[in-house]
């Protein structure tokens, strides 16, 4: 079964420019969540979506925002990108949300300049 | 307020020999645990999990102790290998109301030959 992919890996923006990060979660996985992970700190929660609906999220400003297809890909944007929003970010994939393990993707690593 | 804690950044330990990993937990809801393991620019891969009800879990050379009385879990490697150097995260989760996970900072494992 092929992992959680991500794309684009890498990615150099400006700041206040936009960006829109994809993430196709394991086949038959309807529940995905991003992180961020920033230098010296641990993984941070900043959404989970299930059944093309946001379920919780995490402490990020509006600026960030995301959505999940009916086929349970997701995408998540981030507007007016700031130098401090450079960081890995992490998509998640689980069978449902919960008590599941929860199984990550590579990553996107996005610079802001 | 970090529910979730890594007290150790770093750890070396002799190859062969035992790792322990330890993380401690503030939030009694949790009941669901995780460990994981991360290279340098690639997203965490699961390890092993337990759940509230078991205080040990085992899988090869890994085994995950809870001790819910003192909100404290641990991960020995047993042997240690090179190969398991990376860095290794906590991650804690109620399972019902909020699925998403809590990270600890993560400990940096150095296994020398």
Known sequence: KAGVTQTPRYLIKTRGQQVTLSCSPISGHRSVSWYQQTPGQGLQFLFEYFSETQRNKGNFPGRFSGRQFSNSRSEMNVSTLELGDSALYLCASSLRPGRETQYFGPGTRLLVL | DQQVKQ????????????????????????????????????????????????DKNEDGRFTV??????????????????????????????????????????TKLSVKP
């Not at chain 2, 404290?72 to 090179?82: A, C, E, K, T």
């Open chain 2, 7 to 54: 007290n150790s950044p770093s750890l070396s330990v002799q190859e062969g020999r035992i790792s322990i990993l330890n993380c401690d937990y503030t939030n009694s809801m949790f009941d669901y645990f995780l460990w994981y393991k991360k290279y340098p620019a690639e997203g965490p891969t699961f390890l092993i999990s337990i759940s509230s009800i078991k």
């Open chain 2, 65 to 106: 102790f809870l001790n819910k009385s003192a909100k404290h879990l641990s991960l020995h490697i047993v042997p240690s290998q090179p190969g398991d150097s990376a860095v290794y995260f906590c991650a804690a989760s109620d399972g019902g109301s909020q699925g998403n996970l809590i990270f600890g900072k993560g």
